[in-house]
């Protein structure tokens, strides 16, 4: 099976900065559009950033500017650079990925990971 695999959460104090890194295992024949997504207490899931395999990028609004997404296509990793915080950044941070498995009837399916949490102080 798949299996994604976040790590890098933490607590940082406002203005800090944070990496994020998720790594995709497991039966993968290929990795398409890998993203990032978060979760704050009571509130839904939001997209974050989303990367494709030739590296075009999008980012919400709230981040832009202060978020990289990067991925390495050798490794199956996608990476969240996160640079002046704030608290209301705080939030479980989840990363997903549309993989092909290499299960020759599979077609495309999107992966989440577990998350890991990011907790600013200000």
């Known amino acids: 099976q798949v299996q994604l695999v976040e790590s890098g959460g933490g607590l940082v104090q406002a203005g800090g900065s944070l990496r994020l890194s998720c790594l995709a295992s497991?039966?993968?024949?290929?990795?398409?559009?890998m993203g990032w997504y978060r979760q704050a207490p009571g509130k839904q899931r939001d997209l974050v950033a989303t990367?494709?395999?030739?590296?075009?990028?999008t980012y919400s609004g709230s981040v832009k500017g202060r978020f990289t997404i990067s991925r390495d296509n050798a490794k199956n990793t996608v990476y969240l650079q996160m640079s002046s915080l704030t608290a209301e950044d705080t939030a479980v941070y989840y990363c997903?990925?549309?993989?092909?498995?290499?299960?020759?009837?599979?077609?495309?399916?999107?992966?989440w990971g577990q998350g890991t949490q990011v907790t600013v102080s200000s």
């Open positions: 997903t990925a549309n993989i092909k498995t290499t299960s020759s009837w599979s077609v495309p399916a999107d992966y």
């Open positions: 497991g039966s993968i024949f290929s990795v398409n559009a």
């Open positions: 990367i494709t395999t030739r590296g075009s990028t």
